[in-house]
């Protein structure tokens, strides 16, 4: 089992220019979450999912928007990119039972110049 | 809206030196957890505390819920290179809301 997985795993734009975060997950989850992740702040909330066809804005949604394409799969986009999106993009999925934990993908490292 | 704060922002130790990491969040949580992030690696979870003043340990590790349900810590003991890395705290407020808010973490570095 992949877990989740991320691609690509580095990206760099340049200022105006698009592009689509891919995170893909086998573990059949229902929830699914974006987060970036900056110097000294943490993980932010982007975008989630707690369910198949449905997305929710997080703490950070501004330029941003998700697909929800379908359990397995939820997608970030950028439509123009700002160098204020400079950051580290990791996707998770979270297990409902027990414990709750999510499990991170290995994260995109974006740099928009 | 809910925050979520670590302290210290950074901790240099010596290997077999204690340390000890505070998660304080501004409102009442449901259930914590802590996350351990290795430099250039992604945050893996360690464990979830749901209950008041619950103390639980795995292996050199003790977590602790504070008794209100707004603070937690994680004290690790004899520290070892092998725990480096960046800690994370992460509450959530409702039982069955969706989002966990995240701490900013507490970065531990562990001298030979």
């Known amino acids: 089992n992949a877990g989740v997985t991320q691609t690509p795993k580095f990206q760099v734009l340049k200022t105006g220019q698009s592009m689509t975060l891919q995170c893909a997950q086998d573990?059949?989850?229902?929830?699914m979450y974006w987060y970036r992740q900056d110097p000294g702040m943490g993980l932010r909330l982007i975008y989630y999912s707690a369910s198949e066809g449905t997305t929710d804005k997080g703490e950070v949604p501004n330029g941003y928007n998700v697909s929800r394409l379908n359990k397995r799969e939820f997608s970030l986009r950028l439509e123009s990119a700002a160098p204020s999106q400079t950051s580290v993009y990791f996707c998770?999925?979270?297990?409902?039972?027990?414990?709750?934990?999510?499990?991170f993908g290995p994260g995109t490292r974006l740099t928009v110049l | 809206g809910q925050q979520v704060m670590q302290i210290p922002q950074y901790q240099h130790v010596q290997e077999g030196e204690d340390f000890t990491t505070y998660c304080n969040s501004s409102t009442t949580l449901s259930n914590i957890q802590w996350y351990k992030q290795r430099p250039g690696g992604h945050p893996v979870f360690l464990i979830q505390l749901v209950k008041s003043g619950e103390v639980k340990k795995q292996k050199r590790l003790t977590f602790q819920f504070g008794e209100a349900k707004k603070n937690s810590s994680l004290h690790i003991t004899a520290t070892q290179t092998t725990d480096v890395g960046t800690y994370f705290c992460?509450?959530?407020?409702?039982?069955?809301?969706?989002?966990?808010?995240f701490g900013p973490g507490t970065r531990l570095s562990v001298l030979p």
């Open positions: 573990m059949n989850h229902n929830s």
């Open positions: 998770a999925t979270r297990r409902q039972r027990i414990y709750n934990e999510q499990f």
């Open positions: 992460a509450g959530r407020e409702g039982n069955y809301g969706q989002n966990f808010v």
